[in-house]
C-alpha cells in the first residue's frame, strides 16, 4: 500500500504527452491548488527535458489565477536555450487554455567554484518538537466542529516557535521550521529538489503576517502567494531534517516580501527562498 509521500511524489510527477508538454493532477483537497504544487510540478516537467547530467539551480515563479483541483493542468515547455554550461526551460501551467502559473528554470552541470556561506542558527533540535500533525489533531479535538484533523502527512513539520493559531498576537517577523519527507525518496536528486521546491512554499506567507494579528484562518484576510523564487545552491536530501529559516524584512502597499534559507542538519546552507505576497485586508 502506498504511504502518504508515495502519494505526494505520484502527485508532482507528471505525465508527459509530447516532447515538450506534460499533463498534471492535484488532489481534491484544499479546494484551491496549493502553490508549492503547481511549482513543484513545473519542475518536474522542465527536468525531464533536461540531460540529466545538468540540475536545476535557480527557479523564478508567477502565480497568475487560483488553479482549480478539479481539472487538469497542462505544462507547457519552452526550450529556451541549451549552453555549453546551462540549460535554460520556461513553463507555463494552463488550465481550459488560461495560463494560471509561468516560470524560468535554468539548469547547471556541476562544477567546482568558491564556496562560502552564513552560518546556520542554533535552535532547538525536531526531536524536542511538537510535530505539526500532532498539533492539529490536537486542536481539532479540542475545538470540534471548528478545525480539521489532517488527513495526509507526507511531510513532517516541527516549528521552533509555535505562534497562538487561535489568537495571533504580533512577533518579530522571523521564524524556524523543522521540514522532512517522510519515507524515503531515493537517490533521484531530481525528486528531492521537486520535494524541496514542495516544501518551500509552506510559511513565506504565513512570516510576513507575523508582526500582525492575523494569520492565515483570519476573518477578512484576503492572501495568496504573488511569485516565488528558489535557489538550489548545494546537494541536500529533502528525505532527512532541513531547517527552514524565515524572515520577513517589509509589507506595505497590500504586499508582503519573505525570504527563507534551508539549511541541512550538519549546517550546510542548501537552498534559498523568496516570495511575495498578497496580504490585503478586508473589512468585514
Not at 6 to 23: A, G, S
Amino acid at each position: 500500500m502506498d504511504t502518504d509521500l508515495d502519494k505526494l511524489v505520484k502527485l508532482l510527477k507528471v505525465k508527459q504527452i509530447d516532447k515538450y508538454l506534460f499533463v498534471g493532477r492535484s488532489p481534491k483537497r484544499p479546494g484551491r491548488i496549493f502553490g508549492g504544487q503547481v511549482l513543484a510540478q513545473s519542475l518536474n516537467a522542465a527536468i525531464n527535458t533536461v540531460d540529466p547530467s545538468r540540475q536545476a539551480h535557480s527557479i523564478h515563479a508567477y502565480f497568475l489565477r487560483p488553479g482549480n483541483p478539479k481539472k487538469q493542468i497542462i505544462f507547457e515547455i519552452d526550450p529556451i536555450r541549451d549552453g555549453r554550461s546551462f540549460t535554460t526551460r520556461s513553463v507555463i501551467a494552463k488550465q481550459d487554455g488560461v495560463p494560471i502559473f509561468n516560470a524560468s528554470i535554468s539548469f547547471q552541470i556541476e562544477e567546482p567554484g568558491m564556496s562560502h556561506q552564513f552560518d546556520a542558527p542554533q535552535v532547538t533540535p525536531p526531536e524536542e518538537l511538537e510535530t505539526d500533525r500532532d498539533f492539529w489533531q490536537r486542536l481539532a479535538d479540542e475545538n470540534p466542529g471548528k478545525i480539521d484533523a489532517p488527513t495526509m502527512h507526507p511531510i513532517e513539520r516541527r516549528p521552533v516557535n509555535r505562534r497562538d493559531i487561535i489568537s495571533p498576537e504580533p512577533q518579530e517577523p522571523e521564524q524556524q521550521i523543522w521540514f522532512k519527507a517522510l519515507g524515503d525518496l531515493g537517490d533521484d536528486a531530481g525528486i528531492h529538489q521537486t520535494v524541496l521546491a514542495f516544501m518551500s512554499d509552506f510559511a513565506l506567507l504565513g512570516t510576513a503576517l507575523l508582526p500582525h494579528p492575523y494569520n492565515g484562518m483570519s476573518d477578512g484576510l484576503q492572501a495568496a502567494s504573488l511569485d516565488h523564487t528558489l535557489w538550489f545552491h548545494r546537494p541536500f536530501r529533502a528525505d532527512e531534517y532541513l531547517l527552514y529559516c524565515l524572515d520577513s524584512p517589509s509589507a506595505a502597499a497590500g504586499r508582503g516580501f519573505s525570504r527563507g534559507s534551508f539549511y541541512s542538519r550538519e549546517g550546510e546552507l542548501v537552498a534559498s527562498t523568496a516570495q511575495e505576497s498578497l496580504l490585503r485586508v478586508r473589512e468585514t
